[in-house]
C-alpha cells in the first residue's frame, strides 16, 4: 500500500501554533503505518499559505496522484491541504479520482462538523454537476436547432421527416389539403365548422387517419407556423410531475429558436388566415349575443324540433333560422334522414313577430286570432316523439365517450385526440340538454290551461313599453313574452328574387 503525507506550514508561525513540520510527519507517519502503508512518499511545504492552491509540494503530489501512484494520501488536518473550501473540494475530487483515500492523522474528519459540512458540500457539488450536464445537453440541443435541424422526429401532417438530413419535406398530397384548407378560409372567408364539413363532403382523408376532420384539426393546421415555414425549438418547458407525467409551460418568446422548414402556404396568405379567425371568433361572439332576437325560441313546424342559427352566401353574412336536424352533428351521423323545412331567414322572422307583438299590444282584437294559433293536441304526440329521440340521442353520446375514454386507457387515442373528441361530445350533450328542457317546458305548457285574453294584453304590454327599443332591449323583451315560436317557410321561391313566406304561429308565456 502505497501512502502520500502531506504536511505544510505558513511563514506566521503565530497561526501555525502546534503545527511544526515534525509534529505533522510524526503523526501522518504513524497515522499511515496504521493503515498498513508499506511505501510512504512525503511532501512538505515550508512556509506557503493555505490560502492557495499553488504549493510546489502539493503540485507535485496532485500530478502523481493523476498517475495513480498511491492508495491513500494523509494529511495531518483538512486545513493543512487547503483553507479555502473550494480548493479543499478540488484535491478532494483529485484524491478520490485516483482511487485514494483521504485520511487526517489529528482528527476523524468524516465525523466533525467541518466533515459534514464537506459532505454537503460534495452534495451540491454533485448537484452542481448534474446542471452542469443537463445545461450541457440543452445547448446540444440549442446547438442543432440554430444550425437549422430539426429535433424531433414527429411527422407534422403535410411533411416527412428526412432522419438523414434531420429535417422536414414537404408531402406533396398533405400539402395540397393544407393549401386548401387555407384557401377556404383566405378566399371564401369560411370558418373552421363549415371548413370540416367541406373536406369531410369530399371525402378528404384527415390527420386523423380513418376519421372524419375535426373542427381542431382545422384550426391547429391554421394557426402553426410551421405551413409557413418556421417551427420554434425551446417553445416548451417540460417538467417531471409524476412518474409518467411532465407538465408544459411556454417559455418567453426570447427564447424561442426559430427553425426553418419547407413552406406550404406563403407568409402572406398565413397572415390573412390569422385574420379571418379573429375575425369569424369575434362575428361569433356578437351572433351570440345580440343579434338574433328569437334564438332559442323558434321551433320547426314540419317537425317540432328547435330550430337553429344557421348561416349562408359566400361571406356567410345571411342568417337563418334552420331545423336543428339539418345541423347539428348528432343528426348528420344517425341514419335518420334531415328534416325537409326550409330555412327562415332570421331577419323576416325576427321582424315579423316583434311586429305582430307590437300590433297585438295596440290592437287588442287580434288576441283571439293569437288564440287560435297555440298548438293543437295533436302537437304533443310529435313533441313527445322528439322528446324521445332527444333521450336516446343523449344515451349514445354517453356511451360514445365511454369507448373514446376506454380507447384512451388502452392507448388507442393520444391525449389530443381524446380531448378533442370529448370537446365534440359536451358539445352535443349540452344542444341536447337544450332542446330536452324546451321540449318538456313545451309539454307541461301544452297540458296546463291558456291564459285570458287580458292577461296576454297586459304581460305584452308591460314588455313591450316603449317606442324606441335596441337590438338587446327589443331581444330581452321577446324573451320575456314568448315561449316559443313555431314556423314554417311556405313558398317555393330561390335564389335571389326570392320572397318567402313564412307561417307563424305564437306561443306566450
Ligand atoms: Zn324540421
Known amino acids: 500500500m502505497n501512502a502520500a503525507i502531506y504536511v505544510r506550514v505558513s511563514t506566521d508561525q503565530q497561526a501555525e501554533k502546534g503545527y511544526s513540520i515534525d509534529t505533522q510527519l510524526e503523526a501522518c507517519r504513524k497515522y499511515a503505518l496504521e493503515l498498513g502503508a508499506t511505501n510512504i512518499e512525503e511532501f512538505v511545504d515550508n512556509g506557503y499559505s493555505g490560502a492557495f492552491i499553488d504549493r510546489p509540494a502539493l503540485t ?72 452542469k450536464i443537463k445545461e450541457r445537453t440543452m445547448r446540444g440541443k440549442r446547438g442543432k436547432a440554430s444550425k437549422g435541424l430539426v429535433i424531433s422526429n414527429a411527422k407534422p401532417f403535410g ?20 393549401r ?19 373536406l369531410n363532403a369530399r371525402g378528404i382523408p384527415s390527420p386523423r387517419k380513418k376519421k372524419s376532420w375535426i373542427v381542431s384539426s382545422v384550426h391547429r393546421i391554421l394557426t402553426n407556423t410551421l405551413y409557413k415555414g418556421i417551427i420554434y425549438s ?55 349575443r345580440h343579434d338574433y332576437l328569437l334564438n332559442g325560441l323558434v321551433t320547426c313546424a314540419k317537425c317540432g324540433r328547435a330550430m337553429v342559427i344557421s348561416h349562408s352566401g359566400s361571406k356567410q353574412l345571411i342568417s337563418y333560422y334552420a331545423c336543428l336536424s339539418q345541423k347539428s352533428s348528432s343528426y348528420l351521423y344517425s341514419d335518420q334522414e334531415p328534416c325537409t323545412a326550409r330555412q327562415v331567414p332570421t331577419k323576416l322572422l325576427d321582424e315579423y313577430v316583434f311586429d305582430y307583438l307590437m300590433e297585438l299590444c295596440n290592437n287588442p282584437a287580434k288576441i283571439t286570432e293569437y288564440l287560435e294559433c297555440i298548438p293543437r293536441n ?47 361530445i359536451r358539445g352535443q350533450l349540452l344542444d341536447i340538454a337544450n332542446m330536452k328542457k324546451t321540449y318538456e317546458a313545451e309539454l307541461a305548457a301544452a297540458s296546463s290551461s291558456s291564459s285570458s285574453p287580458a292577461e296576454i294584453v297586459a304581460t305584452i ?16 323583451a321577446l324573451q320575456a313574452i314568448l315561449d316559443r315560436v313555431i314556423v314554417e317557410r311556405v313558398d317555393h321561391t330561390r335564389g335571389r328574387g ?7 304561429q305564437l306561443k306566450l308565456k
Not at 459532505?119 to 454533485?126: C, H, L, M, P, T
Request: hydrophobic share 40%; aromatic share 8%.
Open 60 to 131: 507535485s503530489l496532485r500530478e502523481k496522484l493523476k498517475k495513480k501512484l498511491f492508495d491513500v494520501v494523509i494529511a495531518y488536518a483538512p486545513d493543512r491541504l487547503a483553507r479555502k473550501t473550494i480548493h479543499l473540494l478540488i484535491i478532494s475530487e483529485e484524491i478520490e479520482k485516483a482511487g485514494a483515500l483521504r485520511k487526517f492523522a489529528s482528527v476523524n474528519f468524516e465525523s466533525t462538523s467541518e466533515g459534514e459540512l464537506m459532505y454537503k458540500f460534495q452534495g451540491i457539488v454533485a448537484e452542481y454537476e448534474k446542471e
Open 159 to 178: 411533411y416527412l421527416f428526412d432522419p438523414e438530413k434531420n429535417t422536414y419535406v414537404i408531402n406533396e398530397l398533405e400539402a395540397e389539403i393544407i
Open 180 to 198: 386548401m384548407i387555407f384557401d377556404f378560409i383566405v378566399k371564401e372567408e369560411m370558418g373552421t365548422a363549415r371548413i370540416c364539413k367541406e
Open 234 to 288: 425551446m417553445k416548451y418547458r417540460y417538467e417531471k410531475i409524476g412518474l409518467n407525467q411532465r407538465k408544459r409551460t411556454l417559455r418567453p418568446e426570447t427564447e424561442w429558436i426559430p427553425i426553418p422548414v419547407p413552406a406550404i402556404v406563403d407568409e402572406v396568405t398565413w397572415q390573412a388566415a390569422q385574420k379571418q379567425l379573429q375575425k369569424n371568433k369575434d362575428f361569433a361572439k356578437r351572433n351570440l
Open 378 to 424: 295533436k302537437d304533443i304526440d310529435k313533441q313527445q316523439a322528439a322528446l324521445a329521440q332527444m333521450i336516446k340521442a343523449e344515451k349514445d353520446l354517453i356511451q360514445q365517450k365511454e369507448t373514446v375514454l376506454r380507447w384512451f386507457r388502452q392507448k388507442m387515442l393520444t391525449e389530443g385526440e381524446v380531448e378533442s373528441q370529448l370537446k365534440e
Open 461 to 476: 304590454r308591460g314588455n313591450l313599453y316603449k317606442e324606441n327599443f335596441t337590438v338587446q332591449e327589443k331581444r330581452s
Open 498 to 504: 326570392s320572397r318567402p313566406e313564412i307561417h307563424v
